[in-house]
């Protein structure tokens, strides 16, 4: 089985979850990573909201009026609390807003 990643427009980057302390959670791509930081490009905010068949998730921006947003904003380490993979489903609406639109099809089976 192959690991699959967001294929950007301008290069391959990885888009990870990021959750701060704050339980704020975003999702963006992963340019660099050091020992104290992590530097991340067109960040969204990841947000539930009601909807009429029970809560969705929806993107909100953040950060995106900075010059940062395209180029990449540093974040330190210390500041969040977890750092996980995407389910296929953000990843593809994700790539759908950032990337180069290729959707990549789930392994697991649909239960409806």
């Given amino acids: 089985m192959?690991?699959?990643?967001?294929?950007f427009k301008e290069k391959n980057v990885s888009a990870k979850l990021i959750t701060f302390k704050t339980n704020h959670?975003?999702?963006?791509?992963?340019?660099n990573e050091t020992g104290t930081d992590i530097t991340v490009t067109k960040p969204v905010q990841v947000v539930m909201q009601p909807g009429k068949d029970g809560p969705t998730v929806a993107f909100a921006p953040f950060v995106q009026f900075c010059?940062?947003?395209?180029?990449?904003?540093?974040?330190?380490?210390s500041d969040i609390l977890f750092i996980g993979q995407p389910i296929v489903e953000l990843e593809n609406n994700y790539n759908q807003m950032f990337g180069s639109g290729i959707e990549i099809v789930s392994a697991i089976p649909s239960m409806t």
């Fill in 2 to 7: 192959q690991t699959l990643g967001l294929v």
């Fill in 25 to 31: 959670t975003i999702l963006a791509g992963v340019d």
């Fill in 67 to 77: 010059t940062e947003f395209q180029t990449g904003i540093k974040l330190q380490k």
